[in-house]
């Protein structure tokens, strides 16, 4: 999210997306990821995460598998690797921004 004070990222940590018939589809954990405009990062609904994970009996492999793919968020973050690089994401703002205004004068 571009804000006045630099870029908020909201992540999800799920599953990778996959084709369900004809639907592509994925699954939410719950878990999430908050890098806000200064850098800093939030663990956020934890204890949702947590409670799903009984109430929908998660195996361990599971468990494993999202546990790993924060671990590999976080540190994504932390390294500013890809999407966490500010001045490309700008530059894709701008991209857009740019088709966007030569949509709308043509329309």
């Not at 690089?85 to 857009?96: F, H, I, L, M």
């Not at 088709?99 to 329309?107: A, I």
Request: hydrophobic share 30%; charged share 30%; proline share 4%.
């Amino acid at each position: 999210m571009l804000e006045d004070a630099g870029i908020r990222y909201y992540c999800n940590v799920a599953s990778p997306p996959f084709m369900q018939g004809d639907v592509l589809t994925y699954i939410d954990y719950d878990l999430d990821v908050i890098r806000t405009a200064d850098g800093s990062r939030h663990i956020v609904d934890q204890d949702e995460y947590e409670l799903h994970k009984l109430a929908y009996h998660y195996p361990k492999k599971v468990d494993d598998l999202v546990c790993q793919g924060l671990r590999s968020l976080l540190l994504r973050i932390d390294r500013g690797q890809a999407p966490f690089e500010e001045s490309q994401v700008r530059a894709y703002y701008k991209e857009w921004d740019e088709q966007f205004d030569e949509s709308e004068s043509e329309g």
